[in-house]
């Protein structure tokens, strides 16, 4: 047992779920205190002495099913009574509408056994999902109610989501069956999705971005209280030379204690240009909401958005819920003139026109965009004029490094001519960056 609970540590790990020593031996001393029979208490047990995010949850049950969910009961010889869809709808149906968690869990077992089996598999597994889905359509499942009230809404939601368990109930079970033959540590390897500050942004799925939005106000916290002591620390002055000297009279001259000048505390200005083409739409959206959270630690956040050009959209998020104002972005920001594509060329040279003479020693210049500018004109001096200007220019680019100046990417034309462009494709790279850069 000792030996599997280091694997399950190792295979959190390397999952990006962050786990020390000492919590492993937390997770071990725990287990003197519990029923080991008991998977639900063992598992609350092993939960709360390895993790320490929410986030982190969903990962961690996928892991805990692996290492430790294994059924002795599952048999992978073939069901003795044949498939027989409708009949396996009609109960499920019924199980879903009672409620019924044991019925469920059976019936996930028996999806796999009479659906899940396939035979002479190249790579060698018994049991996959897509036979299982393919066998039992859930979109057909008679709902509880097909009517317009309140109290048929709320039972279809219930329905819903019972399904969306079963649904999990069912996977978990393919990846044990799964994990008998190939082991634990094969399984996870390909079954655990990034964890929520590791996703690529562009690319989440609808229930990650979900998640992602969950994600941002504690990292918010975290990042205000790193940049409230980089604040705090900065504020010691020079050596105080005379007053230092005065002072050490009264010790013989002997300079024991040193005098500061005080500085004035200084917040800077932060100026964020956004492009909100559809390629980067989501990872402007999350950086935006991240950039507003932390809003307090700075002079003034000024927010622009552009495409062909662009448009200040400051006063969107002055007194607005943040949803709200991304949704007014969409509907009011003139942003396009005739060619709805990205022109950072056009749109460097319009807020150099409109606003550059806002831009100042004290002010920080933040751009986001994948300076993908569709072969039009790079217009490179307007950005040097913005650089120029401001105390700081850096630039989050979403995409892979890799992928930097191919196509019609401007990425290093545009690097040379600003203090510094970052690839910020998660959310981990991005805290990575407030908390070095700003």
């Known amino acids: 047992m000792l030996d599997r609970l280091l694997s399950f540590s190792r295979a959190l790990r390397e999952a990006g779920v962050p786990v020390s020593v000492s919590e492993d031996l937390d997770a071990v001393r725990s287990l003197e205190h519990i029923d080991w029979l008991d998977r639900d208490v063992w598992r609350s047990a092993l939960a709360a002495t390895m993790i320490k995010s929410d986030a982190h949850r969903p990962a961690f049950d996928m892991l805990f099913e692996l290492y430790f969910g294994t059924s002795p009961s599952a048999d992978d010889s073939s069901p003795e009574e044949p498939a027989e ?86 996977q978990a079970e393919v990846r044990r069956r799964v994990a008998r033959r190939r082991g634990a540590e094969a399984v996870a390897r390909y079954s655990i999705r990034p964890l929520p500050e590791d996703l690529a942004i562009n ?115 002055e007194r607005e819920d943040f949803m709200d104002a991304v949704a007014r972005i969409n509907a009011e920001a003139n942003v396009v003139n005739f060619d709805p594509h990205s022109n950072y060329g056009a749109s460097f040279e319009e807020f150099v026109e409109r606003y550059n003479s806002d831009v100042s020693s004290r002010s920080t210049v933040l751009v986001l965009g994948d300076a993908r500018n569709n072969y039009r004109s790079s217009k490179v001096d307007a950005l040097k004029e913005i650089n120029a200007s401001a105390h700081k220019t850096y630039w989050l680019n979403p995409e892979s490094r890799s992928d930097w100046d191919t196509g019609d990417s401007l990425a290093s034309v545009y690097a040379s001519c600003i203090d510094d462009m970052a690839e910020v494709r998660t959310l981990r790279q991005l805290e990575r960056f407030i908390a070095l850069r700003l």
């Open 85 to 170: 869809p409708n009949r396996f709808m009609a109960e499920l149906t019924d199980a879903l509408g009672s409620g019924d968690g044991g019925a469920l869990g059976e019936l996930a077992e028996r999806a796999v056994d009479q659906f899940g089996r396939v035979e002479d598999s190249p790579s060698g597994n018994l049991f996959f999902e897509y036979p299982i889905w393919r066998a039992i359509d859930t979109g057909s499942l008679a709902r509880p109610g097909d009517d317009q009230t309140f109290e048929s809404t709320v039972a279809n939601d219930e329905f819903e989501r019972r399904l969306a368990e079963w649904r999990r109930r069912v």
């Open 203 to 317: 690319t989440a799925t609808a229930d990650e971005i979900k998640q992602l939005r969950r994600s941002v106000q504690p990292l918010a916290r975290k990042l205000a209280t790193r940049l409230s002591l980089k604040h705090r620390k900065s504020r010691h002055g020079r050596l105080d030379m005379r007053r230092t000297v005065r002072r050490s009279l009264s010790t013989g001259g002997a300079p024991f204690d040193l005098v500061e000048r005080k500085r004035a505390p200084h917040r800077p200005e932060l100026f964020v240009l956004c492009d909100v083409s559809d390629s980067v739409a989501r990872f402007a959206r999350f950086s935006l909401m991240l950039v507003h959270a932390l809003a307090w630690q700075f002079t003034r956040v000024r927010s622009f958005v552009f495409l062909e050009t662009i448009d200040e959209v400051t006063r969107l998020f």
